[in-house]
C-alpha cells in the first residue's frame, strides 16, 4: 500500500536561512507526488506538484521539491525563509485508482527571527 | 471566486445527537472526499465520491455517512457523534484524482468539531 513519512515533526529555522523539509513515499510504480501548507485556522494549500518529466519542480511562494526515484524521495526546499512561512507542511502521493491522496503526518515549520 | 465552503465552522455538540457538515464546491468538480485530522495522525480519509451518487468508503468510515444527490454538495453525517469524533473535518474537490495528470485537491477551511 501507498504511505508517506515525513520524519521530522517539528523543525525550527530562522529567518532568513534555508528550509528543507524531508518527505518519503512507498509507492509500486510511478508516483504522482504534492506538498501542501496549512496555515493556522486554513485549510490546506498546494504549494507544488510532480507527475513526470524534470525531477525539479517549482512551486508557489519560492519553494521547489526534487524527486529522487533512488531514494523514494521528494523534498521540499527553500533557500530563504520568512516569518510567513511558519505553518505545517503535507507531503502526499496519490493514491491509485483516482480515489484519494495519501497524506503523512505533517512537519510544522516554525520561524525564528 | 473558485472555492470549497464548509458549514459550520466550529461546533460543539453532545454525545448521540445528530449532525451534518455541509460542503459545497462552486469548480463542478467531479471528485469530493472527506478527511479528518487528528494531531500526530495526519489527515485521513473518511468517504469520497466519484461522481453524483458514487460514493465509497475511505480509511475510517466508521460513525459516518455522506450523500451525493448534487455535484457540487457533498455533506458529511455524524448520526449518533461520539467524543472520539472531536476533530477537525476538510472537504475537498477535483475534477478527478485519476488518469494521467490528476486534477489538484482543492480543500475547504475546514470544521473543527467537539464531541462532549
Known amino acids: 500500500a501507498q504511505s508517506v513519512t515525513q520524519p521530522d515533526i517539528h523543525i525550527t529555522v530562522s529567518e532568513g536561512a534555508s528550509l528543507e523539509l524531508r518527505c518519503n513515499y512507498s509507492?509500486?510504480?510511478?508516483?504522482?507526488l504534492f506538498w501542501y501548507v496549512q496555515s493556522p485556522g486554513q485549510g490546506l494549500q498546494l504549494l507544488l506538484k510532480?507527475?513526470?518529466?524534470?525531477?525539479l519542480v517549482q512551486g508557489i511562494k519560492g519553494f521547489e521539491a526534487e524527486f529522487k526515484r533512488s531514494q523514494s524521495s521528494f523534498n521540499l526546499r527553500k533557500p530563504s525563509v520568512h516569518w510567513s512561512d511558519a505553518a505545517e507542511y503535507f507531503c502526499a502521493v496519490d493514491g491509485q485508482a483516482g480515489t484519494a491522496l495519501i497524506f503523512g503526518k505533517g512537519t510544522t515549520l516554525s520561524v525564528s527571527s | 471566486e473558485a472555492q470549497v465552503t464548509q458549514n459550520p465552522r466550529y461546533l460543539i455538540t453532545v454525545t448521540g445527537k445528530k449532525l451534518t457538515v455541509t460542503c459545497s464546491q462552486n469548480m463542478n468538480h467531479e471528485y469530493m472526499s472527506w478527511y479528518r485530522q487528528d494531531p500526530g495522525l495526519g489527515l485521513r480519509q473518511i468517504y469520497y465520491?466519484?461522481?453524483?451518487?458514487?460514493?465509497d468508503k475511505g480509511d475510517v468510515p466508521e460513525g459516518y455517512k455522506v450523500s451525493r444527490k448534487e455535484k457540487r454538495n457533498f455533506p458529511l453525517i455524524l448520526e449518533s457523534p461520539s467524543p472520539n469524533q472531536t476533530s477537525l473535518y476538510f472537504c475537498a474537490s477535483s475534477l478527478s484524482l485519476a488518469g494521467v495528470r490528476p486534477g489538484e485537491l482543492f480543500f475547504g477551511e475546514g470544521s473543527r468539531l467537539t464531541v462532549l
Open positions: 510532480y507527475f513526470s518529466g524534470d525531477t
Open positions: 465520491s466519484m461522481n453524483v451518487e458514487v460514493t
Open positions: 509507492y509500486g510504480a510511478t508516483p504522482y
